[in-house]
Nanobody, 123 residues
C-alpha cells in the first residue's frame, strides 16, 4: 500500500507559478512511474504529466507543454510539478497517482491516488 499526499496548491493570478508536491509513504517509492492528473467539477480526471523512474522519461499534456516540469526526488519519496504561466483554465484539483500498467494517459491505469490539492488561477 502506498499513501500519497499532495500539497502546494493555492490561489494565484494568471501568469503566476506554483510548485506542487506529492509525498509518498508506505512502500518503496523509487520503482514507480508517477503521474499528475487534474479534475474540475463534472468532468473526468485529465492527464497532466507523468515521469518514469527508469530513464527519466517524462510526458506532458499538450495544454501543459512548455509551461510545466515534472520531476522526482526518490530519496525524499516526492514527485513535483512546477507550473508556470498559469491560466484560469488550469484551475482544478490536482492529484498524483502511481501508475499500474497500460497507457500513462488513462487515469484508470493508476492506483493509490492522493486526496488532491486545489489550484485556483484568477484572471
Amino acid at each position: 500500500q502506498v499513501q500519497l499526499v499532495e500539497s502546494g496548491g493555492g490561489l494565484v493570478q494568471a501568469g503566476g507559478s506554483l510548485r506542487l508536491s506529492c509525498a509518498a509513504s508506505g512502500r518503496t517509492f523509487s520503482g514507480y512511474t508517477m503521474g499528475w492528473f487534474r479534475q474540475t467539477p463534472g468532468k473526468e480526471r485529465e492527464f497532466v504529466a507523468v515521469i518514469r523512474w527508469i530513464g527519466g522519461f517524462t510526458s506532458y499534456a499538450d495544454s501543459m507543454k512548455g509551461r510545466s516540469t515534472i520531476s522526482r526526488d526518490n530519496a525524499k519519496n516526492t514527485v513535483y510539478l512546477q507550473m508556470n504561466s498559469l491560466k484560469p483554465e488550469d484551475t482544478a484539483v490536482y492529484y498524483c497517482a502511481v501508475h499500474r500498467s497500460g497507457s500513462f494517459y488513462d487515469s484508470r491505469n493508476y492506483d493509490f491516488w492522493g486526496r488532491g490539492t486545489q489550484v485556483t488561477v484568477s484572471s
